[in-house]
Structures are given as structure tokens and as C-alpha cells.
């Protein structure tokens, strides 16, 4: 990984020489520019390559757009999120065919490593990739058309050709979106590039890629655990307290007391709620100090979107073929709302007033705004006002929140700033920590520092964690990210990484060379004939990373941290019920407990078990715009694929395995 001040790569990733991406791109200056490294030079060179792309793209769509079609403003919305709402009705159906309810996968793992085809070039995309492709690949086109009516010309094509035309339009957003995230994907070191007989190679870059991967699967499984271990809890209280929620029912908005609804709608529900509950929340900041209205009211008002959602799914046509002589069908996807009748209903749901339900609808309402933080984008904005009395929905966002994604997104639209987020994050893992020291019975005695600074002979260091438990001493520098959905914000968070490694290693050599001195003024017991084992780690909210050591300090979550220190146990097989059929017995004493921390923060057992699963794929092809639109762009990536219990079992983890009798009966059965 490459962090050389004023570099070619620096100076692009900062801006001071513009990336292809900018209309306003100077080619004399990136030919001119110094290349210092060899990935400078070979970043010049994919820059030369995506600039002649984005161009093609840019002049198809000048002369596309110069093309009359009779199609407004209002239609084209409606057409562009009626394919993107028709492609998550078909999503959804092809799930319910490739993972039968009746026979999911037992090792829920697995359930990640699925892939369809269905999408227009024929690829193979994970579930999650397909439902990305839906929503992203009708940003450009739902952007394009937001501004005001240009005149709108008869036409002389017929409705076939008005059909390509549109297919046509669609396909280039998707081009230009995945050529962008291909260039940032490069930019941040996260795809190799390299061109061989006028053929586009791409490859994931597994130093980066893999601990993304990991980070996305483990992330999206726990958001899945939580659900189930709380639905019982969210049914109860939803239920007793007769909340009520909109449907759609008869083509028109109305609601339902929850105990009303059908059992999938209430799913649904508690699905979105949970996606909000995610703890990373609790570190952010959440007031929106210039704005009428506070962070619970948006996302009171984004889970009844996600309910009406539910009913305007239902309510499109089951059939979902699209003929080449009625573009038009594409329009029956998309369901028209009146915004007063809108905010009436949530005003009256939520209890909140009228003119602040209408400014959160503003709120989250998809706008060409540029803000700072995340770019806009229609999963943290899912309304699309197609004129100042009606709007659209975009349901795939809404079906499928990613709670911690659209508060990230929301905080940086309010223009608060969530740098200073460490502290409730710092102070969750040290309450935490504590509790598990009392309660695990290796533990005889430990030490906790519990103030923020240690000065010593006039040095001093702010310090995050610091502990000891007889010869083990861990120094950890915590950091609250929050998503690490884009190829910059990936790179963010390497960079926060290394900044944390740095002053981790700096602060335990602090620590280590006045230790004896340490222990005096906090009135820890100093044994002069004990070797003390120094452990510097990272702590990352998200887990970014976990399990590797980019720059000299173990990287861990707090999750893995904790556990650790739970009782000894790593489970790694079990039953619906949570009984651990088989699992890992990390210490066995107090002296192991001490001894094989280093080992397990280097190769946590959680980690590698997602390493087992993760490999290249078949190669996806993609068109290439400057070629005719040929299949010369090849990308091969990293992902999860399908792994067995026996091969989760036969993996050297380092530490004794513990098999229970009634494993071979599980495994036996269908």
C-alpha cells in the first residue's frame, strides 16, 4: 500500500491533479505529472484508459440525448425506478426458488456464497451484488433526468426503438457507474490493473479485498443474528403497544395496527428496526443541531416508507416480462404517491407534526446536492419527486436498509461532523472489558487504567486501553469507523488504521520503558523477576481489517477482543438453538489465558474461518464502450464460496479442538 507524500497517487487521491473522472480532466497535466513508483506509473496508465472511456460514454449519451422521444421529465423518473423496482420484485422471487424456506443452507455462511445470473450481461453476482446492480445502475439515469424539462419534440421512432433507446440509455449509467467504481477501485489499491492484447484484466487485490470481504459478511451475519435473538422481543412490544404502520392496499395509502399485518410485512418491520439498533450508533454523534427535526423522527419516518414498500411490492404485477413494443410497462413498477397525502398519513402515524414530516421527506428525498461525507445516493435517499405534488419510491433501499450506511450518509447531509466519535466507543470497550474480567474464573487479578492520560518525567501519552493481567499487558488504540462501503471509504479507513498502529506502537514503548515507574503511581504490583508480554493492538468499531497486521499492530473488533476473554470457547459448528457442537478451547489456565493472547489476536479463530471460505470466482466480463461495445474488460474477484463442515473442522487453528457426541448425528441429518 502505497502513502508517499506528493506522489502521482497522492496528488490524484487529493485532488491537486484531477482524476479522469472530472470533465474538466487535463490531459498535459497527467502526462506531465512525476511518477515516482511503479504504481504511479501504472495508475497513469489506467487513468489514460478510463479518461478514453469515460468519454465514449459522455459523446453516446450527447448524441443519445439529442435524439427526440416524446418522453417527459415525469416518465422517464417513473420508467428508470420502475426497472429498478421490477428488478427487486424478480430478486426477491429468485431467492424464494435458489434457497428453498424449507431447506436454507445449514451453515449460514454458505447463504453468502450463493450467485445468479439474472442480470443483463449474464454474470455471476452474489445476491447482495444483484440487488447493488438494481439501485446503482439507474443512479445516472435518475440524476440525468431530475432537472427541469428541456422541450419536448414529437418523434418519428416507434415504440421498439424507443424501447432500445431507453435500454440503451440504461446501459450506459451502468457502464459509467461501473467504469467509475473500477477507477476508484484502482486508485485505492483494491483492483490490480493491466492490459494484455487490448483486453482490460482486473484482479482484487487480496490484501485489501479479502479483509473486506470478511468485514462485509461477518457485519451483514451479525445483523442477521440479532434479528432472530430479538424478533421475539420486537414482536412482544410492537404488538402490545398496537403501533401502527402503512400499507398500501387498493391502489392507495392507508395503515394497519401491527398485529394486523400479514406475519412478512411485520418481518419486514423488524427488519428495518433492527438495521437502526446496530450498536455503532451508540458511538456517533446524533443530534442535528440545524435542522427542526432529530435523528429519530427520520428514521421513524424511513421504517413506515419501508412497510408502504412492503404493500407497493405486493401491488405491482406479478408478470414482470417487458416486451420490446411496450416500454411503457416499465412505468406499472413505479407507484406515483401524493406528497400531502403522504405526509398526512406519516404525520398522523408517527405523531410527528405535519411541517416536520415534510422537511424529513425533503430530508430524504434524492437531490443533484452535493454534500459532505458520502456522495448522495438513492439507498440513504430513496424518494424521487417527480414534480412538487407527487414522488416515487425506490424499494430496494427501503426493503433492505442498511441502518448504519443511511445514518452515516444523514449525518453528513446535516453537516455534523462524526471525527469526534472515539470516547463512547473507548468507554463501551473498557465497561465491557471489566465485566468480563470479574466474570471469567481464569482471571484472579487484574489492573485497569481508567484515566485518559499518563504523564511520567514530563512525557505523557493520551492512552484509549491499557490493562494488565499478570504478565500480560495490552495497550489497544481504539477507533469508531463507520461503513466501508466504497473504495475511498475502505482506503479512509486503512489510513485510520495506520494512524492508530502508529500510535499504538509509539504509546507501548512509552509504556514499556516506564513501566516499573507506571506501576508505582497507579499502585499495580511490579514483579522484577516476571517477563512481561507487551501487546499493542488496534481496535476498529467495524471490524475492518481484523486478524491482520498492515502496519505493526494487531488489528481485532472489540467483538473478538471480548471473546477472548468470554470463557475459553471459540464455537465453530452450531445448532439452530445456539449449542456449540463443536468449538475451540483457546486456554485452559490462567498461565494460557496470559500466554496465548499474542497468538490469537495474530489468527483470531472468527477470522479464519471466513478465510477458509473466501476465493477468486469465475471472472465476470464487462462491455467496453471504446471497443464497440465488445466483451474486453475481464475482472476477477475475491468472494465467499461454498465451504463444508468438515473443512471448518480440518483447519489448523492452533488450539484443541472439542467435538461433541451429538455432531456426527447433526451432520447426518438433511
Not at 259 to 285: G, R, Y
Not at 459 to 470: C, M, P, R, T, V
Not at 579 to 607: C, G, H, R, V, W
Request: net charge negative; charged share 25%.
Amino acid at each position: 500500500m502505497q502513502f508517499i507524500k506528493n506522489s502521482f497517487a497522492d496528488k490524484v487521491r487529493s485532488n491537486k491533479i484531477k482524476s479522469p473522472l472530472r470533465t474538466d480532466f487535463s490531459l498535459e497535466k497527467w502526462e506531465t505529472a512525476n511518477k515516482l513508483t511503479e504504481f504511479d506509473k501504472r495508475l497513469y496508465e489506467a487513468g489514460i484508459y478510463f479518461h478514453s472511456q469515460f468519454n465514449c460514454i459522455r459523446d453516446h449519451l450527447e448524441k443519445l440525448n439529442k435524439t427526440p422521444t416524446s418522453i417527459t421529465k415525469e416518465d422517464y423518473l417513473k420508467i428508470f425506478i420502475g426497472m429498478s423496482n421490477r428488478d427487486a420484485k424478480v430478486n426477491i422471487e429468485n431467492v424464494k426458488k435458489i434457497i428453498p424456506q424449507d431447506n436454507p443452507p445449514r451453515l449460514d455462511i454458505n447463504f453468502y456464497g450463493i450467485q445468479t445470473s439474472n442480470n443483463p450481461v449474464g454474470n455471476l453476482y452474489s445476491l447482495n451484488e444483484t440487488a447493488m446492480i438494481s439501485v446503482d445502475g439507474i443512479f445516472y439515469n435518475v440524476l440525468s433526468h431530475l432537472s427541469n424539462d428541456s422541450e419536448i419534440k414529437k418523434t418519428k421512432l416507434n415504440q421498439e426503438a424507443i424501447f432500445q433507446h431507453i435500454r440503451v440509455e440504461n446501459l450506459l449509467s451502468q457502464l459509467y457507474f461501473s467504469y467509475e467504481q473500477y477507477w476508484n477501485s484502482i486508485l485505492y489499491e483494491q483492483i490490480t490493473f493491466k492490459i494484455i492484447d487490448d483486453k482490460l484484466i482486473l484482479r482484487d487485490n487480496p490484501e485489501i479485498m479479502i479483509p473486506f470481504h470478511i468485514t462485509d459478511t461477518r457485519n451483514s451475519k451479525i445483523r442477521i443474528n440479532n434479528i432472530i435473538s430479538s424478533y421475539g422481543d420486537y414482536m412482544k412490544i410492537l404488538g402490545n403497544n398496537n403501533y401502527a404502520y402503512l400499507i398500501f392496499k387498493d391502489n392507495q395509502i392507508s395503515y394497519q395496527s401491527f398485529c394486523e399485518l400479514e406475519s412478512k410485512n411485520q418481518q419486514q418491520i423488524i427488519t428495518c428496526l433492527n438495521s437502526f439498533s446496530d450498536e455503532t450508533i451508540n458511538f456517533i454523534p446524533n443530534t442535528l443541531p440545524n435542522l427542526n427535526f432529530n435523528i429519530d423522527e427520520v428514521i421513524s419516518v424511513f421504517i413506515q416508507l419501508s412497510s408502504l414498500s412492503y404493500g407497493i411490492l405486493n401491488s405491482l404485477n406479478s408478470d414482470t416480462s417487458i416486451s420490446d413494443s411496450d416500454y411503457t410497462k416499465f412505468k406499472k413498477f413505479s407507484r406515483t404517491l401524493n406528497l400531502s397525502e403522504l405526509i398526512d398519513y406519516l404525520a398522523f402515524i408517527t405523531s410527528i407534526e405535519k411541517s416536520k414530516v415534510s422537511l424529513i421527506i425533503d430530508f430524504l428525498t434524492f437531490t443533484h446536492e452535493r454534500v459532505p461525507g458520502p456522495r448522495v445516493d438513492l439507498w440513504r435517499f430513496p424518494i424521487v419527486k417527480v414534480n412538487n405534488d407527487e414522488c416515487l419510491l425506490v424499494l430496494e433501499p427501503l426493503l433492505h436498509p442498511v441502518g448504519l450506511r443511511c445514518f452515516e450518509g444523514w449525518m453528513a447531509k446535516a453537516e455534523v461532523e462524526l471525527a469526534q466519535k472515539g470516547t463512547p466507543f473507548e468507554n463501551h470497550i473498557k465497561t465491557e472489558l471489566n465485566e468480563l474480567f470479574g466474570a471469567n474464573s481464569y482471571i484472579e487479578k487484574s489492573d485497569f487504567f481508567e484515566e485518559d492520560i499518563i504523564s511520567i518525567n514530563g512525557e505523557e501519552e493520551e492512552i484509549d486501553l491499557l490493562f494488565k493481567i499478570g504478565n500480560l499487558i495490552v495497550l489497544g488504540e481504539a477507533k469508531c469507523v463507520v461503513t466501508t462501503d466504497s473504495a475511498k471509504s475502505v482506503w479512509n479507513t486503512i489510513e485510520t488504521i495506520k494512524h492508530a498502529s502508529d500510535q499504538a506502537i509509539r504509546k507501548l514503548n512509552f509504556v514499556s520503558r516506564n513501566f516499573k515507574s507506571i506501576c508505582e503511581k497507579l499502585n499495580w504490583v511490579h514483579d522484577e523477576n516476571l517477563e512481561y508480554n507487551f501487546n499493542p493492538i488496534v481496535v476498529i468499531s467495524n471490524g475492518f481489517g481484523a486478524g491482520n497486521n498492515f502496519f505493526g499492530a494487531p488489528i481485532l473488533d472489540h467483538k473478538i477482543l471480548f471473546s477472548y476473554f468470554t470463557n475459553g470457547n471459540i464455537p465453530l459448528i452450531s445448532t439452530d438453538n445456539g449449542e456449540d457442537l463443536a468449538y475451540l478451547k483457546i486456554y485452559n489456565s490462567s498461565e494460557e489465558l496470559q500466554n496465548n493472547f499474542s497468538a490469537f489476536i495474530s489468527k483470531p479463530p472468527t477470522i479464519e474461518t471466513y478465510k477458509i471460505c473466501i476465493n477468486y470466482l469465475t471472472p465476470i466480463s464487462l462491455i467496453s464502450c471504446k471497443d464497440q461495445y465488445k466483451k474486453l474488460i475481464e475482472h476477477t474477484r475475491l468472494g465467499i464460496s461454498n465451504v463444508t463442515e468438515q473443512q471448518v473442522l480440518d483447519h489448523n487453528y492452533g488450539y484443541e479442538l472439542v467435538i461433541l457426541d451429538s455432531l456426527e448425528s447433526y451432520l447426518a441429518k438433511a
